[in-house]
């Protein structure tokens, strides 16, 4: 019996969109994907001018938000993963988030 591997072209990412709730991202292959703001939760407690900070990492195989530390893999999206951040990481980048907003405030 043999194996074949399938070779899998994952095009890159051209563009990016981020909305009060969806992130859309134009793809080389001529594809649009859109997803939910809430699989992501740092891009969904983000402000719009730190989502609209946004550049292409990899070749467009992957986008990083400088603003909130946010990396997202081209390939993930495609195949539905939600962020891989546990919520102990995230409660304490909210709470550093949190601190740091207030600072700014007094």
């Known amino acids: 019996m043999t194996i074949s591997a399938v070779e899998l072209d994952i095009p890159s990412a051209e563009g990016v969109t981020v909305t009060e709730d969806s992130l859309t991202?134009?793809?080389?292959d001529g594809r649009t994907i859109s997803v939910p703001l809430a699989w992501f939760p740092r891009l969904m407690h983000s402000t719009q001018e730190e989502r609209n900070n946004w550049r292409l990492i990899g070749r467009g195989h992957g986008i990083h938000w400088e603003d909130i530390d946010e990396d997202i893999n081209i390939e993930g999206l495609i195949a539905g993963k939600l962020s891989g951040e546990s919520q102990t990481s995230f409660k304490k980048w909210l709470s550093q988030r949190a601190s740091?907003?207030?600072n700014r405030c007094t």
């Open 25 to 28: 991202v134009d793809l080389s």
């Open 100 to 102: 740091r907003l207030s």
